[in-house]
């Protein structure tokens, strides 16, 4: 109780102002979130056959190269290897963006006992080999994949995607279509074959629509022509001839095109140069409807509106030739193994700018190319024509989708530079490393800018820079607010105070590109920086 009529009056004028105080308290800004929740649709995935080639001679030291052979490899892919709770690749990998990604299943998957194959060819048949998947045994086959595929959806993956290869028959195709309606699988990576009837593509339309088929018509091995060739002008084009017309044939009838395997340390320039044959016999023409897939150059696909096929894992120092680690698909000084956060974030920048068709929009390049080399020795490479020479392949230094081409200013060195602008209206950029004998892989900051066509867009931002200039027609509201998010983040951060805003530009530091875009990155892992940026008001 209180004494007085005073000290209650007291009392009551201090809770009044206590409250007038707190109601006068400005309200914090809820956290921002630029990513949406929803997985992505683009038909990106992970694939077993990296991690199936080092699984062959696991925790040895290899003697005999020959070990490492595809027929090899094909034994490794099994059920230990998916579901193992300690080490399945099914288990274990891409945990924070598996829901935007199918589980490939690559070669060694199908039934290898000839005398138990019920239809179709070695590789071109949809029979799950039982001793290798004893919890499928004893099942129909579209039993036993709806059953593979609900186990995976179960782990959190998009769902199972399937390999096959070679020419089938008309009444296999819609036999195997058929089973995969059934299974509710809805990816197919066709490597190789059926690119003159299209029997899978005709079955597909007429009976299970949903289903993407992902077709490649290969190339000329894993490097492209001239590549003992150290000198300019442009090499040859990788697609030319006959090759070029079934290659556009091909993207015409495809859901989605591959472009093909390459060999390590120089896959970024290899995969560069395929894209760009493409894009720029494609843009424009909408009949191309094939969306590319660059392999597993993530931050390039990012920036260039492409799919991935994702190989690396994070294994390394399991197995060794000459007491140093030997893979004969992840190789070199960039270290793919501690860059997995890069593939996730290339998924989720995905849910905000989906990959867009070859045909679709323009497509530009620099005339200057760059040139990678790098002496290949026994070991690096499957491909062992190359071991004990040095090896060339060149690029554009600069390539454009739907925008003008990036400005890059340097002293030295530039890195290979992408941008696209994107049908929503988002925007990415990507700078990738290079490679030379002194060197190995290194990753140049160049000064980047990019002309826009406003800022009501999100941008995504891969790689690493000196700076990264926005150029925009017009001035920034002078209320605008900048915050940037590291793809891997549950929330942006305002940045606005550490850019700098001129006139028409916005002046962003690598280093701030650096920090907020690693800023979740999962421990130990060194990919490179992936943001979203958004200007707000």
């Not at 070679?166 to 699988?185: L, M, N, P, T």
């Not at 290969?218 to 002008?233: A, T």
């Not at 690598?510 to 892992?525: N, R, V």
Request: hydrophobic letters at 35%; glycine letters at 8%.
């Amino acid at each position: 109780m209180f004494s007085s009529d005073r000290e209650l009056g007291s009392v009551f004028s201090a809770a009044v102002c206590l409250t007038f105080l707190l109601g006068c308290t400005p309200t914090p800004e809820p956290p921002r979130n630029l990513i949406p929740s929803a997985h992505g649709t683009s038909p990106n995935y992970w694939c077993t056959w990296y991690a199936q080639n080092y699984w062959i001679g696991r925790g040895e030291d290899i003697t005999d190269l020959s070990r490492l052979s595809n027929e090899n490899a094909r034994e490794e892919l099994n059920e230990h290897t998916v579901f193992d709770p300690q080490e399945g690749w099914a288990v274990t990998l891409l945990p924070r963006s598996r829901g935007d990604y199918y589980f490939l299943i690559d070669h060694g998957w199908q039934i290898k006992d000839d005398s138990k194959r019920e239809y179709g060819l070695p590789f071109f048949s949809l029979q799950i080999d039982p001793e290798d998947f004893p919890r499928y045994a004893g099942m129909s086959q579209p039993d036993a994949l709806r059953k593979f595929n609900e186990d995976i959806r179960a782990l959190g993956w998009r769902g199972l995607g399937i390999w096959v290869r070679g020419d089938v028959s008309e009444a296999d195709a819609e036999r195997f279509v058929g089973w995969s309606k059934q299974a509710a699988i809805k990816y197919w990576k066709i490597d190789g074959g059926d690119t003159t009837s299209f029997y899978c593509e005709r079955a597909k339309q007429k009976l299970y629509p949903e289903l993407t088929l992902e077709y490649v018509t290969g190339s000329k091995g894993p490097l492209n022509p001239d590549w003992e060739k150290p000198g300019l002008p442009s090499y040859p084009s990788v697609y030319a001839g006959e090759f070029r017309e079934r290659m556009l044939r091909v993207i015409a009838h495809s859901d989605t095109f591959r472009t093909y395997d390459a060999t390590p340390l120089l896959v970024t320039s290899t995969t560069l140069q395929r894209t760009h044959d493409i894009l720029r016999q494609t843009q424009g023409q909408p009949q191309y409807r094939a969306l590319l897939n660059l392999q597993d150059d993530v931050n390039a696909a990012a920036a260039l509106g492409c799919l991935a096929a994702v190989k690396r894992h994070p294994n390394y120092g399991e197995r060794t030739y000459k007491g140093q680690d030997i893979h004969y698909q992840i190789r070199g000084k960039r270290m793919i193994q501690k860059r997995m956060d890069e593939a996730e974030r290339f998924a989720i920048w995905q849910r905000i700018a989906p990959a867009f068709p070859a045909g679709e929009g323009s497509y530009l390049a620099s005339e200057t190319e760059l040139i990678d080399s790098y002496p290949y020795a026994p070991g690096d490479t499957w491909m062992e024509a190359s071991w004990g020479k040095t090896v060339y392949q060149s690029a554009p230094a600069v390539m454009a989708r739907n925008m003008p081409l990036p400005q890059v200013e340097i002293e030295g060195d530039p890195p290979f530079v992408m941008a696209s602008r994107f049908p929503g209206g988002a925007v990415a950029v990507a700078t990738e490393g290079r490679v030379k004998p002194a060197d190995g892989w290194y990753h140049p900051r160049a000064r980047v800018t990019l002309d826009l066509t406003g800022f009501d867009g999100p941008v995504g931002v891969f790689g690493h820079y000196q700076t990264l200039a926005l150029r925009f027609p017009e001035p920034l509201p002078a209320d605008a607010r900048i915050w940037a998010q590291d793809l891997l983040a549950a929330q942006a951060t305002d940045v606005t105070s550490r850019v700098h805003i001129d006139g028409l530009s916005l002046d962003i530091p690598g280093e701030l590109i650096d920090e907020i875009g690693t800023s979740a990155a999962s421990p130990g892992d060194i990919s490179a920086p992936g943001l979203v940026l958004s200007i707000q008001r």
